[in-house]
């Protein structure tokens, strides 16, 4: 019983200091925002420069557009600065040394990204800012920003990115609002000459070498993060006395290649490779002209893959480009080449004629080069398409002894005639009318045989072309 007592009483207790710290901060709000301006930057003098302190926290890098050349990330811009308007003594509102507000009832600094290219410079969530009793302010709202990136593709997929953000106040100058990086002990100065139109102008850089908060980066699937420098840059400009200042955070990318090596490149050289087997493959397989027609259609379709990821520009091409440009035109002239080939091949001494030019710079010129002996010229042959033709003997020669095979074609009159190995002259008309069936079907068969005859030889000069 004396337990649930003393447990009572310990709530009681907590709910009324709570109670009365809720007062506390609510009389505390009130009395600093009473009569505060927040369009008026707050300093006590207007000669006076105040000091915002800036870091970017980079959470996600969500997306490197090469065909838009927009690179989209997921940061928290950090933002400190003290407020002379916003101090306090912690003993007077019951111990309350922090306090938070929203956003848009204190004056905020309007630093925007200078190279956007969504249209959105600010922040858009308003989130709340931290007060501390010393005028303290602290802000760091969440944005997701798109930014210009210029994108060099010339070693694509093996390629490095180096995108920029640069950040600066649009509406001071240097000598209102003096925007420093907040790792500023680690910061190293440098003095340039930068060119511009007026001529020669002096720039003021402070580099800070881990410029980017990356303690709760989130890994992206395509890109590694190599560095990111800060730079702080102030120029002077003649017509100004205000320098105009920016920090510039550099992020230096790397393309991760297991992708695009796995699905671009070693298809493409591997069915470039096949260009070579087109010509290992005989010519009476008749697929010679498909495969490289094939092959050429392959590497047309990696290329307009490729068009699409690389942005269209004209001051460079990459490597992969070229060298897919390079295999299609050589896919190409294989094609030609197979048709020329196949051309030469399926002609025959029955179908063309050889040239004499031809001729005679293989037969005659080259073999001296190729320190080739020519074979001896064969015997005399008949002419090929030539006929065989059988004179009819004169009726007044005397006739020899016709074989019994060959006998049964003639009438019993001629079997006698023949027998006897004579032929009368008046029987002579009467014999031709009846050999005549035998000679046209001799004539037939030798024509026949010529024909066969000039096929063997066809063949024979062709395999010896194939070897």
């Given at each position: 019983?004396?337990?649930?007592?003393?447990?009572?009483?310990?709530?009681?207790?907590?709910?009324?200091?709570?109670?009365?710290?809720?007062?506390?901060?609510?009389?505390?709000?009130?009395?600093?925002?009473?009569?505060?301006?927040?369009?008026?930057?707050?300093?006590?003098?207007?000669?006076?420069?105040?000091?915002?302190?800036?870091?970017?926290?980079?959470?996600?890098?969500?997306?490197?557009?090469?065909?838009?050349?927009?690179?989209t990330t997921n940061v928290w811009l950090q933002h400190s600065w003290t407020d002379h308007k916003l101090?306090?003594?912690?003993?007077?509102?019951?111990?309350?040394?922090?306090?938070?507000?929203?956003?848009?009832?204190?004056?905020?600094?309007?630093?925007?990204?200078?190279?956007?290219?969504?249209?959105?410079?600010?922040?858009?969530?308003?989130?709340?800012?931290?007060?501390?009793?010393?005028?303290?302010?602290?802000?760091?709202?969440?944005?997701?920003?798109?930014?210009?990136?210029?994108?060099?593709?010339?070693?694509?997929?093996?390629?490095?990115?180096?995108?920029?953000?640069?950040?600066?106040?649009?509406?001071?100058?240097?000598?209102?609002?003096?925007?420093?990086?907040?790792?500023?002990?680690?910061?190293?100065?440098?003095?340039?000459?930068?060119?511009?139109?007026?001529?020669?102008?002096?720039?003021?850089?402070?580099?800070?070498?881990?410029?980017?908060?990356?303690?709760?980066?989130?890994?992206?699937?395509?890109?590694?993060?190599?560095?990111?420098?800060?730079?702080?840059?102030?120029?002077?400009?003649?017509?100004?006395?205000?320098?105009?200042?920016?920090?510039?955070?550099?992020?230096?990318?790397?393309?991760?290649?297991?992708?695009?090596?796995?699905?671009?490149?070693?298809?493409?050289?591997?069915?470039?490779?096949?260009?070579?087997?087109?010509?290992?493959?005989?010519?009476?397989g008749g697929e010679k002209i498909s495969l490289c027609i094939l092959i050429l259609i392959s590497l047309?379709?990696?290329?307009?893959?490729?068009?699409?990821?690389?942005?269209?520009?004209?001051?460079?091409?990459?490597?992969?480009?070229?060298?897919?440009?390079?295999?299609?035109?050589?896919?190409?002239?294989?094609?030609?080449?197979?048709?020329?080939?196949?051309?030469?091949?399926?002609?025959?001494?029955?179908?063309?004629?050889?040239?004499?030019?031809?001729?005679?710079?293989?037969?005659?010129?080259?073999?001296?080069?190729?320190?080739?002996?020519?074979?001896?010229?064969?015997?005399?042959?008949?002419?090929?398409?030539?006929?065989?033709?059988?004179?009819?003997?004169?009726?007044?020669?005397?006739?020899?002894?016709?074989?019994?095979?060959?006998?049964?074609?003639?009438?019993?009159?001629?079997?006698?005639?023949?027998?006897?190995?004579?032929?009368?002259?008046?029987?002579?008309?009467?014999?031709?009318?009846?050999?005549?069936?035998?000679?046209?079907?001799?004539?037939?068969?030798?024509?026949?045989?010529?024909?066969?005859k000039n096929e063997d030889d066809d063949k024979q000069v062709s395999e010896f072309g194939n070897q």
């Amino acid at each position: 019983m004396l337990t649930r007592q003393l447990f009572v009483i310990a709530v009681a207790v907590a709910m009324f200091a709570m109670s009365q710290a809720n007062r506390d901060a609510n009389r505390l709000f009130e009395d600093l925002l009473a009569d505060y301006n927040k369009l008026v930057r707050p300093v006590d003098n207007n000669s006076d420069t105040l000091v915002v302190r800036f870091k970017l926290k980079l959470s996600q890098l969500l997306d490197v557009h090469e065909k838009n050349q927009i690179m989209t990330t997921n940061v928290w811009l950090q933002h400190s600065w003290t407020d002379h308007k916003l101090r306090w003594n912690p003993d007077d509102y019951g111990g309350v040394d922090v306090l938070y507000v929203p956003s848009d009832t204190i004056w905020l600094p309007d630093i925007v990204l200078y190279n956007n290219a969504d249209g959105n410079y600010q922040v858009t969530i308003m989130t709340k800012a931290k007060l501390s009793y010393n005028g303290t302010v602290e802000w760091a709202p969440p944005a997701i920003y798109k930014s210009m990136c210029q994108i060099d593709v010339e070693f694509f997929p093996f390629d490095r990115q180096q995108c920029e953000m640069k950040f600066g106040s649009w509406t001071y100058g240097g000598l209102e609002v003096d925007l420093i990086h907040k790792d500023e002990h680690l910061q190293e100065e440098a003095v340039n000459m930068v060119e511009g139109v007026d001529g020669s102008i002096e720039e003021s850089v402070w580099i800070v070498h881990e410029g980017i908060d990356l303690s709760d980066y989130y890994p992206s699937v395509e890109w590694d993060i190599l560095k990111v420098p800060g730079k702080r840059h102030s120029k002077r400009y003649p017509c100004c006395e205000s320098p105009f200042i920016d920090i510039t955070y550099e992020i230096h990318l790397r393309r991760k290649t297991l992708f695009y090596t796995v699905n671009l490149i070693f298809p493409s050289v591997g069915i470039s490779f096949l260009t070579a087997l087109v010509f290992y493959l005989p010519s009476d397989g008749g697929e010679k002209i498909s495969l490289c027609i094939l092959i050429l259609i392959s590497l047309t379709v990696f290329f307009l893959l490729l068009v699409e990821i690389i942005p269209s520009t004209s001051l460079v091409i990459p490597l992969i480009g070229k060298y897919l440009l390079f295999t299609m035109v050589l896919v190409t002239l294989s094609v030609v080449v197979t048709v020329i080939t196949l051309n030469v091949h399926y002609r025959s001494p029955t179908t063309h004629n050889m040239p004499k030019c031809v001729r005679r710079f293989f037969i005659d010129i080259l073999p001296k080069y190729l320190l080739m002996k020519r074979p001896p010229h064969p015997g005399h042959k008949q002419k090929r398409g030539s006929r065989t033709t059988f004179s009819t003997p004169n009726y007044n020669s005397q006739f020899p002894t016709v074989p019994d095979q060959n006998m049964v074609h003639l009438s019993p009159t001629f079997r006698t005639s023949f027998a006897a190995g004579s032929l009368e002259e008046t029987s002579y008309s009467s014999f031709r009318r009846d050999v005549s069936p035998v000679m046209s079907a001799v004539e037939s068969v030798a024509y026949i045989a010529d024909h066969l005859k000039n096929e063997d030889d066809d063949k024979q000069v062709s395999e010896f072309g194939n070897q």
